[in-house]
């Protein structure tokens, strides 16, 4: 059984600081990861993606992969309102019949106050 | 471009009633797949479609569910005899292609499925 885990949290941060969320996954032949943004009642909404070990950086989101240690995580500078929401963190199958498919973790929920 | 788009919005149902639910996937986007999010909960995979290969079902949670994708766009959920526990934000996404081991996938606004 494929698992991705997240801290449920929930997550509080003050406005300006670095929200940090972290994800661990079981599948070590996970090849992608990709992290979601979700307002309360709305849909996910893609906001990084990975596929190498390292950091890859966009505006003020930066995702960390190491698969050696089967983690990923994603920071968020100057953290602001706006930031609040559920954090999906999902991972892509390593092949086999559902190329497709991603495995979601459970979300962490950010808070950020002012 | 337009983004994912599903249809409707908000569906409530007597149980025991059939239900069908739309996606419209973004255009050019090849793959498409269905997702189910129940209150508070993470995304539970039900389907995805490739181009014309055989769709993967795996995730379909009973024989109930079933799925189709005309012309290699719309695509059309239909749930039977519908049961409270159905209940739920049925998403789809769809994606440019698919690869091994996962691509970016983008989500429709959703279909809330409320039965009583």
């Known amino acids: 059984q494929k698992e991705v885990e997240q801290n449920s949290g929930p997550l509080s941060v003050p406005e300006g600081a670095i929200a940090s969320l972290n994800c661990t996954y079981s599948?070590?032949?996970?090849?992608?990861f990709f992290w979601y943004r979700q307002y309360s009642g709305k849909s996910p909404e893609l906001i990084m993606f990975i596929y190498s070990n390292g950091d890859k950086e966009d505006g003020r989101f930066t995702a960390q992969l190491n698969k050696a240690s089967q983690y990923v995580s994603l920071l968020i500078r100057d953290s602001q309102p706006s930031d609040s929401a559920t954090y999906l963190c999902a991972s892509g199958d390593a092949g086999g019949t559902s190329y497709g498919k991603l495995t979601f973790g459970q979300g962490t929920i950010l808070t950020v106050h002012p | 471009g337009a983004g994912v788009s599903q249809s409707p919005s908000n569906k409530v149902t007597e149980k025991g009633k059939d239900v069908e639910l739309r996606c419209d996937p973004i255009?050019?986007?090849?793959?498409l797949y269905w997702y189910r999010q129940s209150l508070g909960q993470g995304l539970e995979f039900l389907i995805y479609f490739q181009g014309n290969s055989a769709p993967d079902k795996s995730g379909l949670p009973s024989d109930r569910f079933s799925a189709e994708r005309t012309g290699g766009s719309v695509s059309t959920l239909t749930i039977q005899r519908t049961q409270q526990e159905d209940s739920a934000v049925y998403l789809c996404?769809?994606?440019?292609?698919?690869?091994?081991?996962?691509?970016?996938?983008?989500f429709g606004p959703g279909t809330r499925l409320t039965v009583t």
């Open positions: 599948d070590r032949g996970s090849q992608s």
């Open positions: 996404a769809s994606s440019l292609l698919s690869r091994a081991g996962g691509i970016e996938q983008y």
């Open positions: 255009s050019g986007h090849t793959a």
